[in-house]
């Protein structure tokens, strides 16, 4: 619900504000005082398209700020939150114009797209006057109007639908894509297989290839790596032919440190820490000879077979020919191996997945089609209650000449591979809303044809038609409704009952209402009246309520003018005990 709305420097208003309340708000003022900008400004607050030209003279930008308190959970909320807004207060939107014609926004305190605020526009509020874009221009809104007011039982088979549709969506594009690969399914059957036949005839295992080179680093330098070997056992253990530089030593590794321990043993026990290095020096000489051990051992395995080192130059040029065509490392050519296997069990299944495809296909198409046709009859039964229904809300609103029809027609498409064929044996065209197009048409008098709403409508008629379509209509799904000129063209009882309608609608949503007739103004429960300074400008106290005697003079000045004049004084006076608003 809108709580409050700023505008600044736009049109003839220099900064005004606009406390709205739950109910029915009715906006009045005299003629030039800005009440149009107030629409305007909300229009842009909801992302309308931006006119420079209606920035205030002397003004370097145009401001319109809205306050909205809504739950956090409301679809206007969550998209707000997606935007990057806060909130967990309210909502905040804002949209200025520079007179250059540069156009920003901003939702919750964070910059966002103009389009940003077009969306929560169509979540938050429902703008209807002469100049507006009135949503019911698209044609798919008329639909949507029609299966709103239809309920479940347009419901139940549009949900059944729109879940077969979107299946056989999913059959199409499956069958797209099978049919593409058939197109060159030999050629990849044949590269697919010659991948597979060579990784197979050389069976690479995983980690081969670097255990493989590992191997051959050591096969190639056997020599040397005995060498240093042996003279490195020599040093640690000792021999016949052990190097000169262990003899200087006096032995090796291990004779030395057995000496150093001999020479210890007669005193160790007589000082713990010497007890404790002769531990270390113990340690350290099963340490010595456990590597001693193991360089044998190593020397031992170093054995020059040229067969085995032939065979891993040969095992690793089979690899290296696997990793030019499939992968970096042996991992990579397993994984293209398990991909192309899954491939080429797909290419080769085209034909029978085409079959299964074609069968589902043809049993979707024939669910749809009499889906389709249940929607139809459930749309053409709902569409003559609402034009009664409509037309019984007209006639309170001074258009009881005018009648609405609610067209539903199905095209016939018989060329179309796509039509779906009915138990008539019509071919008719699908959508993803059924086989229908909705039209609401207008005959806007007893000897007019019905035309398209958007055509056969004045701007007053098409507030008021609107109003009676939100009234039939309501859900609940936008919380505010705001009119412009619906009351163009009436007066007396007619306006009566226009403002009686809006207080009708008022009583489950938010209704901003831009008069200029007492008789729908007295119906509000919070009255705004907009008025200007001397130099024709609305200032920031430009915008009051009015309440009490001052409500009274305000529906007096409206009915005949003069604020003082004691016949429209009683008259107010007359149309507020009247009235289902509040009172005076």
């Given at each position: 619900m809108l709580r409050e709305i700023r505008?600044?420097?736009?049109?003839?208003?220099?900064?005004?504000?606009?406390?709205?309340?739950?109910?029915?708000?009715?906006?009045?003022?005299?003629?030039?005082?800005?009440?149009?900008?107030?629409?305007?400004?909300?229009?842009?607050?909801?992302?309308?398209?931006?006119?420079?030209?209606?920035?205030?003279?002397?003004a370097s930008q145009a401001v319109v700020e809205g306050f909205v308190d809504i739950p956090t959970d409301h679809p206007a909320a969550v998209r707000a939150a997606e935007a990057g807004?806060?909130?967990?207060?309210g909502l905040i939107l804002v949209r200025s114009v520079s007179r250059q014609g540069r156009s920003r926004a901003h939702v919750g305190g964070r910059s966002a797209p103009v389009g940003v605020l077009a969306e929560l526009g169509e979540l938050l509020v429902a703008v209807h006057g002469q100049a507006d874009q009135w949503r019911l221009r698209r044609p798919e809104q008329h639909r949507v109007v029609l299966d709103r007011f239809a309920g479940e039982s347009v419901g139940g088979p549009l949900r059944r639908y729109t879940e077969l549709y979107a299946e056989?969506?999913?059959?199409?594009?499956?069958?797209?894509?099978?049919?593409?690969?058939?197109?060159?399914?030999?050629?990849?059957?044949?590269?697919?297989?010659?991948?597979?036949?060579?990784?197979?005839?050389?069976?690479?295992?995983?980690?081969?290839?670097?255990?493989?080179?590992?191997?051959?680093?050591?096969?190639?330098?056997?020599?040397?790596?005995?060498?240093?070997?042996?003279?490195?056992?020599?040093?640690?253990?000792?021999?016949?032919?052990?190097?000169?530089?262990?003899?200087?030593?006096?032995?090796?590794v291990a004779d030395l440190l057995g000496r150093a321990r001999a020479a210890l043993a007669p005193v160790v026990g007589h000082d713990p820490q010497l007890a404790e290095l002769d531990r270390r020096l113990q340690e350290t000489t099963y340490a010595v000879t456990d590597v001693g051990g193991d360089l044998a051992a190593y020397q031992a395995d170093l054995d020059v077979d040229p067969a085995r080192l032939a065979w891993v130059g040969e095992r690793?040029?089979?690899?290296?020919?696997?990793?030019?065509?499939?992968?970096?490392?042996?991992?990579?050519?397993?994984?293209?191996?398990?991909?192309?296997?899954?491939?080429?069990?797909?290419?080769?299944?085209?034909?029978?997945?085409?079959?299964?495809?074609?069968?589902?296909?043809?049993?979707?198409?024939?669910?749809?089609a009499a889906v389709g046709t249940e929607l139809s009859a459930a749309r053409t039964e709902a569409a003559g209650r609402f034009a009664e229904r409509v037309g019984d809300e007209l006639a309170h609103l001074a258009m009881g000449n005018s009648r609405i029809e609610v067209a539903v027609r199905q095209h016939d498409d018989p060329d179309s591979d796509q039509a779906l064929e009915t138990a008539d044996g019509r071919?008719?065209?699908?959508?993803?809303?059924?086989?229908?197009?909705?039209?609401?048409?207008?005959?806007?008098?007893?000897?007019?044809?019905?035309?398209?709403?958007?055509?056969?409508?004045?701007?007053?008629?098409?507030?008021?038609?609107?109003?009676?379509?939100?009234?039939?209509?309501?859900?609940?799904?936008?919380?505010?409704?705001?009119?412009?000129?619906?009351?163009?063209?009436?007066?007396?009882?007619?306006?009566?009952?226009?403002?009686?309608?809006?207080?009708?609608?008022?009583?489950?949503?938010?209704?901003?209402?831009?008069?200029?007739?007492?008789?729908?103004?007295?119906?509000?429960?919070?009255?705004?009246?907009v008025s200007k300074t001397d130099d024709g400008h609305v200032t920031a106290s430009g915008?009051?309520?009015?309440?009490?005697?001052?409500?009274?003079?305000?529906?007096?000045?409206?009915?005949?003018?003069?604020?003082?004049?004691?016949?429209?004084?009683?008259?107010?006076?007359?149309l507020l005990q009247d009235s289902v608003g509040p009172k005076a």
């Open positions: 505008i600044q420097n736009l049109g003839v208003i220099d900064d005004a504000v606009l406390e709205l309340s739950e109910g029915l708000n009715v906006v009045s003022g005299e003629t030039g005082a800005g009440k149009t900008m107030v629409v305007s400004g909300l229009g842009l607050l909801l992302g309308d398209r931006a006119d420079a030209g209606r920035v205030r003279d002397g807004g806060d909130v967990e207060d056989l969506q999913d059959v199409r594009a499956e069958v797209q894509r099978l049919r593409e690969l058939e197109r060159d399914r030999a050629r990849q059957v044949d590269v697919l297989r010659t991948g597979l036949e060579e990784i197979e005839a050389v069976d690479p295992q995983p980690g081969e290839d670097d255990d493989l080179r590992r191997e051959s680093e050591r096969l190639a330098h056997a020599d040397g790596l005995r060498v240093a070997a042996g003279e490195a056992h020599l040093l640690v253990m000792g021999g016949d032919d052990a190097l000169a530089a262990a003899d200087e030593a006096g032995g090796s690793r040029a089979a690899l290296g020919g696997l990793l030019r065509k499939y992968g970096e490392s042996v991992a990579e050519v397993l994984a293209w191996g398990e991909d192309a296997a899954k491939r080429l069990t797909e290419l080769e299944g085209v034909d029978d997945r085409l079959d299964e495809l074609q069968q589902r296909w043809a049993v979707v198409r024939a669910e749809l071919r008719l065209r699908c959508g993803p809303s059924g086989l229908d197009d909705v039209e609401i048409l207008l005959a806007a008098g007893s000897g007019s044809p019905p035309r398209g709403v958007a055509k056969a409508a004045s701007g007053g008629e098409l507030s008021r038609l609107m109003l009676a379509l939100e009234l039939v209509t309501a859900s609940g799904d936008v919380p505010t409704f705001v009119f412009d000129e619906v009351d163009a063209g009436v007066g007396g009882a007619a306006a009566l009952e226009v403002g009686s309608r809006l207080a009708a609608l008022a009583r489950t949503s938010q209704v901003v209402v831009v008069t200029h007739l007492a008789q729908v103004a007295a119906f509000a429960d919070r009255h705004l009246v915008v009051a309520p009015v309440e009490g005697e001052d409500r009274v003079r305000e529906l007096a000045r409206m009915l005949g003018g003069v604020a003082d004049s004691a016949a429209a004084l009683e008259h107010a006076r007359e």
